[in-house]
């Protein structure tokens, strides 16, 4: 490959994903999933993977940096402090069906778990 054909190709635009899925795992990994928004029924649009998630090591990771990368291209940003952060490309959507949702505010409450997020964007 030449080093004029890699020019031409590092100049393509990049197609970003619709969402970014950010965790802090138990072991201080940070797992990096990215979603593409399928709408092609519009009654039920789903988010799918575009890959299996990543995990990189926190060390020499900025996740405040990652996040506002995203803020600056377009993304809404939703964090959950020591938890996780989710960026939606453009404004936020619901993740989950109402079913899901329903679900899992019941089992928080049995479990007299307090929680202080909204189970359709996060957790």
């Not at 092609?40 to 649009?45: C, F, H, L």
């Not at 899992?104 to 049995?110: I, L, P, V």
Request: hydrophobic share 35%; glycine share 8%.
């Amino acid at each position: 490959m030449s080093a004029e054909h890699s020019e031409e190709e590092s100049s393509m635009p990049t197609v970003l994903p619709d969402r970014i899925d950010f965790t802090i795992l138990a072991s201080g990994a940070i797992s990096i999933l990215k979603m593409r928004r399928d709408t092609s029924n519009p009654s039920r649009p789903r988010d799918i993977p575009l890959s299996n998630g990543v995990s990189i090591n926190p060390h020499g990771f900025d996740l405040e940096a990652a996040l506002n990368w995203c803020r600056g291209h377009g993304y809404t940003v939703r964090v959950l402090p020591g938890r996780s952060a989710r960026a939606w490309l453009g404004g936020i959507w619901v993740i989950r069906t109402r079913h899901q949702i329903k679900k899992m505010r019941e089992r928080a409450e049995r479990n007299k778990e307090g929680y202080t997020i909204d189970f359709a964007y996060d957790g």
